[in-house]
């Protein structure tokens, strides 16, 4: 079957691209479970420090408040007819005394009525202050409401997480490329049905604990915490990597970009130099060598002939990722179409179609054809090839079981795989579905099609 799109694929999810991934949580366990297997260092913020937060206890409110490292303010403390402050009450604690919100609620310059649209509150860190890389806390307002929370401003890296109601939920993402801004933004709220939010015990990852430490993850899902594959894709973030930035032009792959390297140590003993496709002072994106042995495993990272930083990973024999069009492991799943008329016939479409921005991706319908005709869905990721066998690898489409015909090596580019998938004629005008792949009992990111 078709490998047109590899090159569009290389250039999208392992070479060129230099995003993480936001991922979402709803179980604060899980999320610090998370931030301990990243070796994040993890920051309480509960807002009982009277030090800190003595001048906006309410009714008293304040333009920002600074604490650990976070200046805090509303989500429109510029506001022509009231600005809009930050304050802590005992109405929105979880636990101690003192929880968070803005006074007055929403956006104040949204008249008859004011307020309760657009709530929410903007946290940024403060000069010299490390960068972020995970945030999580629990919210509560009016029932039926939701938020986003939306990093450094981007809109293309943002998590919509909700309900919101009168308990208090726990709400957390991880972005293993950094930020250092957030906004929580209710958005369910209209002027007929008003909705606020409050907020308390935040947790925030910052730089690893360690000096010198990285986070290793799927260059094609960006999941934080989860194992890697040998023969996969693998980005790797943390800070002074390299001296500059440099991706590699042809195969096979170099050792050694702008003056780095990378080492894996596994679970052996043994020692591999990774294959490089880029590097940056922040990011790496390399080939986890195929004889690298299953279990625990160090990566380090050297400029010249120095260790410049290392960090732990989990190396199972299969940890599938796909590639998504917008390289960020979510939403329009980079992949072809490809339909086998009666007579074999064949064409080959994109799934997707993108717009000249960043995160512009979006997915476009595939047209099953006549009765006779037959669709195939070509997938492409990384982490794949060490499959036990075919039956252990399979696929849906929305709540449809779809046929997997082969889940291997593209055969073109190292570390891409390709899994080719039977799209069953019970989807048609369906619409937009999510694809769910499954490696032996490890299930891949999610991402979408549509489906005429």
């Avoid at 509960?46 to 650990?68: H, V």
């Avoid at 509150?121 to 009016?142: E, K, S």
């Avoid at 869905?377 to 090839?385: A, S, W």
Wanted: hydrophobic share 40%; proline share 6%.
């Amino acid at each position: 079957m078709s490998k047109r799109l590899g090159p569009y694929i290389l250039l999208l999810g392992a070479a060129l691209t230099a995003q993480g991934q936001v991922t979402t949580y709803r179980s604060e366990p899980e999320f610090l479970a998370a931030l301990s297997r990243l070796g994040y260092a993890s920051v309480r913020e509960g807002f009982e420090e009277d030090a800190d937060w003595g001048p906006a206890r309410s009714p008293k409110t304040a333009p920002s408040i600074t604490s650990q490292g976070i200046v805090w303010t509303s989500s429109h403390p510029g506001a022509v007819t009231t600005p809009s402050h930050i304050t802590t009450g005992n109405g929105a604690a979880r636990t101690g005394l003192w929880g968070l919100f803005s006074s007055p609620h929403g956006d104040p310059d949204i008249v008859s009525p004011t307020g309760f649209m657009r709530d929410g509150f903007i946290g940024t860190t403060a000069p010299g202050a490390a960068r972020l890389y995970g945030l999580g806390g629990w919210f509560t307002g009016l029932f039926g409401g939701k938020i986003l929370i939306v990093l450094d401003g981007d809109e293309t890296r943002r998590a919509e997480l909700g309900p919101l109601d009168n308990e208090h939920r726990f709400y957390g993402v991880i972005d293993t490329s950094g930020f250092a801004r957030f906004e929580v933004r209710e958005v369910e709220g209209t002027r007929e049905d008003q909705k606020y939010v409050f907020a308390d015990d935040f947790t925030f990852a910052r730089q690893p604990a360690e000096p010198g430490s990285v986070v290793c993850v799927s260059a094609a899902s960006f999941l934080a915490g989860l194992a890697l594959a040998p023969g996969s894709i693998a980005s790797v973030f943390g800070q002074g990597l390299a001296a500059g930035t440099e991706r590699a032009t042809a195969l096979p792959l170099p050792a050694r970009l702008v003056g780095t390297a990378v080492s894996i140590k596994d679970s052996a003993g043994a020692e591999h130099q990774a294959p490089l496709y880029f590097v940056s002072p922040n990011q790496i994106n390399c080939l986890v060598p195929e004889g690298v042995h299953a279990g625990p495993a160090t990566l380090t990272v050297i400029r010249g002939d120095q260790a410049a930083a290392s960090g732990a990973f989990q190396v199972d024999l299969a940890a599938p990722g796909l590639f998504a069009a917008n390289a960020d492991g979510k939403g329009a799943a980079a992949a072809l179409a490809l339909k086998v008329t009666a007579d074999g016939a064949r064409t080959t479409e994109p799934t997707f179609q993108c717009g000249a921005g960043a995160g512009s991706c979006v997915a476009v319908p595939i047209d099953l054809g006549a009765d006779t005709d037959q669709v195939f869905l070509l997938l492409f990721g990384t982490g794949i090839r060490g499959r036990s066998v075919l039956a252990a690898v399979n696929a849906r489409a929305g709540d449809a079981p779809a046929e997997v015909l082969y889940a291997g090596p593209q055969g073109e580019f190292a570390g891409l795989d390709q899994v080719n998938v039977r799209l069953p004629r019970s989807l048609a005008g369906r619409g937009e579905l999510d694809v769910v792949l499954a490696v032996d009992g490890k299930t891949a990111n999610p991402v979408r099609i549509r489906v005429k």
